[in-house]
């Protein structure tokens, strides 16, 4: 059986990106992964956005809560193999000592729950994050992680966050 890596996507309030993005990898990593998300600042619920369009797209929410990245940086909690920032002030913040020296990258994406307008305006944010997102995820889901060096890693999971990976 091959190694199942850890994923934490992190943002800031744990509501959109980072629920969209778990949710993502645990559909499309294939049994390769176990995502997990979690914010600096949680709001303390999932915006009814992302839990709608995950479940208009088939995705099971059950998984779904707005959590802090305290819960997986203290004894016990499963080690990362990596961690990502999907919002630019996750990426900004101080994060807590991971365990195990997880590789990081940015893939910053503009937050839906910002998104002002009609219904089908906030909508359409949400469902833009959820396709740059699922690109991004997408892209590092298929990597030979296996047969990457470290540095060659590295750089492959910032040039996702740039939108400069080669498919």
Same mark, same amino acid.
């Given at each position: ?15 959109? %990106? ?13 049994? %390769? ?17 992302? @839990?709608?369009? @995950?479940?208009?797209?088939?995705? !099971? ?26 919002? !630019? ?11 195990? /020296? ?8 503009? !937050? ?8 089908? !305006? ?8 959820? %396709?740059?997102? %699922? ?14 060096? /470290?540095?060659?890693? /590295? /750089? ?12």
């Amino acid at each position: 059986m091959s190694h199942v890596y850890n994923v934490l996507f992190l943002c800031t309030g744990n509501s959109a %990106r980072s629920i969209l993005a778990e949710s993502i990898l645990t559909q499309e990593g294939k049994g %390769r992964f176990r995502a997990f998300s979690a914010g600096s600042q949680p709001k303390g619920e999932v915006h009814p956005m992302s @839990l709608q369009l @995950l479940q208009k797209l088939g995705h !099971d929410t059950a998984f779904a809560r707005s959590k802090s990245w305290d819960e997986f940086a203290v004894p016990g909690a499963p080690k990362m193999d990596f961690v990502f920032t999907v919002c !630019d002030s996750a990426a900004a913040e101080a994060c807590p000592v991971w365990p195990g /020296q997880p590789m990081t990258a940015h893939w910053g994406v503009a !937050d839906p729950a910002a998104a002002t307008g009609s219904e089908a !305006d906030r909508m359409l944010a949400f469902a833009e994050a959820f %396709r740059m997102l %699922r690109n991004r995820i997408s892209i590092f889901a298929n990597l030979p992680l296996g047969t990457l060096d /470290q540095m060659s890693l /590295q /750089q492959k999971l910032k040039d996702i966050g740039t939108g400069t990976a080669a498919d």
